[in-house]
């Protein structure tokens, strides 16, 4: 069965330095999100991505986060500057082309900023 | 989107069923239920979605009264690897709406 993955893992990285977390989905989907959860609070959404554009973005997704499909497989979720408050575990989601509230997410890439 | 209400926790024990209610008084005409479970550290699943009457697959059943303002997530003999937060969501989602996740209800499934 195809599955959304994510890579890495686990980032640790110290504050104001730059990430990227990475992601593929599911090869036949066409939209493309990103979410973050901090330990021990809700799923909260931070964008959505579809024809090679930003559709919707949170307030969380301020001008720190940027967001790229480099290449036709990869989704990548770029933070500038690191905040002590970013660590939190990064989601990423596809879905197809369809009505539908089904979106398949990864593992999550568990980000620490120390 | 519809504010959803449910219980914060459950327990169970092994071999029963489990009913989750949620609560979503305001549920508009084109809305859907749908219905997510988080296991620790991992990202969400999609279990299910309905809009009215019941809905049945191989992992859960979701009734739907006929006013919709209220539905159940029902886990039938539950094992403890069904030990997970379980999310009710509401809304017309189309391809790219966002998924809106509350607190959800944390079921914990005892031997």
């Known amino acids: 069965e195809p599955e959304v993955t994510q890579t890495p893992s686990h980032q640790v990285t110290q504050m104001g330095q730059e990430v990227i977390l990475r992601c593929v989905p599911i090869?036949?989907?066409?939209?493309f999100y990103w979410y973050r959860q901090i330990l021990g609070q809700k799923v909260e959404f931070l964008v959505s991505?579809?024809?090679?554009?930003?559709?919707?973005k949170s307030e969380i997704f301020d001008d720190q986060f940027s967001v790229e499909r480099p290449d036709g497989s990869n989704f990548t979720l770029k933070i500038r500057s690191t905040k002590l408050e970013d660590s939190a575990m990064y989601f990423c989601?596809?879905?197809?082309?369809?009505?539908?509230?089904?979106?398949?997410f990864g593992p999550g890439t568990r980000l620490t900023v120390l | 989107l519809a504010k959803t209400t449910q219980p914060i926790s459950m327990d169970s024990y092994e071999g029963q069923e489990v009913n989750i209610t949620c609560s979503h008084n305001?549920?508009?005409?084109?809305?859907?239920i749908t219905w997510y479970q988080q296991f620790p550290s991992q990202g969400p699943r999609f279990i299910i979605q309905?809009?009215?009457t019941k809905v049945t697959n191989e992992v859960a059943s979701l009734f739907i009264p006929a006013d919709r303002k209220s539905s159940t997530l029902s886990l039938p003999r539950v094992s403890l690897s069904d030990t997970a937060v379980y999310y009710c969501?509401?809304?017309?989602?189309?391809?790219?709406?966002?998924?809106?996740f509350g607190k959800g209800t944390r079921l914990s499934v005892i031997a």
């Open positions: 969501l509401v809304g017309s989602f189309s391809g790219n709406t966002p998924l809106v």
């Open positions: 305001n549920i508009a005409t084109n809305d859907y």
């Open positions: 309905g809009y009215k």
């Open positions: 090869s036949n989907h066409l939209y």
């Open positions: 989601a596809s879905s197809p082309l369809a009505a539908n509230n089904e979106q398949f």
């Open positions: 991505f579809y024809n090679n554009e930003i559709s919707e």
